[in-house]
């Protein structure tokens, strides 16, 4: 493949027909953007894995434009699952579910049991689901490893010459992935911490976990893609505390390395002349979320050493600082360091 189009929301048709015939397309969601293929069309997935690079025992999420279109691939519906979806749908929480029996190929379910559902909110993607007429897998469309794509650019820099189209509505919203929420294990368990917290998930269905590895980081993670390195840029990534006297030693920690700066406003403008990239206008941990991987995209291009901002892991902070810590491979500069 040579050229990856880029189509306006006035395109959907065109974008449809790619996918349609076999061919991947990009699509935009609220967290970050999805790298689409039709889910039933099992030599389409496969290329999904082949252009991200992704290990294929890592499950995909299918993408529908309503909640019916779940049910002929679910084993069974149960009631916590049409409670959620009348709450948060479209919106950005993932249901896993036990799948029908030969409902969807092994290549969606990495020959998992279960498949992860779940309906975007973006105005655009849900017509092009609606026109392909069949449901999406959408992995987020950036190559393995690397930090979620929160715009169309991201996804051309990582993919394009692999993948047919990106459909594009500009940057996302929230930032990070959705919440992931296992409702094949007894207890409702949260395998990935996104926007929709456990908090809010508890308001409509009672009691829900949090798996242990989200907890306790030597527990091995029952979501089959949390095992892998993610959101890794090439340079080495530190989380530094809201507190400028640590800013300070850190800025100073790395002689003959090109540092780069992630932080909220009132943080940079201590370090002027330095590499930076705004994170939070308003040291708000939305705007953290919205910008941690354009960010960590952005100063890989200048550094060799990134410093990220913590934030209170609460929350969307939980979603945000279980993305930056793997970013960091959990390295943190504290006070004595
Ligand atoms: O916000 C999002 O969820 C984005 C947008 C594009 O929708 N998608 C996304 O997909 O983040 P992906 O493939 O990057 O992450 C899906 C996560 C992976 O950690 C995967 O292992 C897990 O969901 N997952 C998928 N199916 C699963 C299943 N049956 N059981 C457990 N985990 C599953
Ligand atoms: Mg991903």
Same mark, same amino acid.
């Given at each position: 493949m040579s050229q990856t189009k880029i189509f306006t929301p006035n395109e959907i048709n065109k974008a449809a027909a790619l996918l349609k015939a076999g061919q991947l397309v990009a699509f935009p969601t609220e967290t970050v953007y999805g790298l689409g293929?039709?889910?039933?069309n099992k030599k389409a997935v496969q290329q999904v894995y082949r252009a991200k690079g992704r290990? #294929?025992?890592?499950p995909l999420i299918v993408h529908v434009a #309503?909640?019916?279109?779940?049910k002929p691939f679910a084993a069974k519906v149960p009631p916590a699952a049409e409670k959620l979806a009348e709450t948060?749908?479209? =919106?950005?929480l993932t249901l896993i579910l036990p799948v029908k029996p030969g409902a969807l190929s092994l290549d969606v379910t990495g020959g998992l049991s279960t498949a992860a559902f779940r309906m975007p909110e973006n105005a655009a993607t849900l017509a092009l689901i609606r026109a392909v007429g069949h449901p999406l897998v959408g992995p987020s469309a950036n190559t393995s490893g690397k930090p979620s794509p929160t715009s169309a650019q991201h996804v051309y820099h990582d993919l394009h010459g692999k993948i047919a189209g990106i459909l594009d509505t500009g940057e996302t919203q929230i930032g990070v992935e959705s919440t992931v929420l296992d409702l094949s294990s007894e207890v409702p368990t949260i395998l990935r911490p996104g926007q929709v917290t456990k908090e809010m998930l508890e308001k409509v269905i009672g009691a829900v976990a949090i798996d242990r590895h989200l907890v306790d980081e030597k527990e091995v993670p /029952? #979501?089959? =893609?949390? /095992?892998y390195k993610h959101y890794s840029p090439n340079a080495d990534v530190y989380i530094v505390p809201h507190d400028l006297q640590v800013w300070q030693q850190a800025a100073a920690a790395f002689p003959g390395k090109k540092v780069g700066i992630l932080a909220p406003a009132s943080i940079l403008e201590h370090f002027p002349g330095t590499v930076q990239f705004e994170l939070a206008p308003h040291d708000t941990v939305e705007e953290a979320a919205r910008n941690l991987f354009a960010g960590l995209r952005a100063l890989d291009e200048e550094a060799d050493v990134i410093l990220a901002a913590a934030y209170p892991e609460k929350g969307l902070g939980a979603a945000y600082m279980n993305r930056l810590k793997k970013a960091a491979g959990g390295k943190f500069i504290s006070r004595d360091n």
């Open positions: 293929a039709d889910a039933t290990p #294929s025992d890592n #309503s909640f019916d279109e779940v948060f749908w479209p =919106g950005p /029952k #979501s089959p =893609g949390m /095992k």
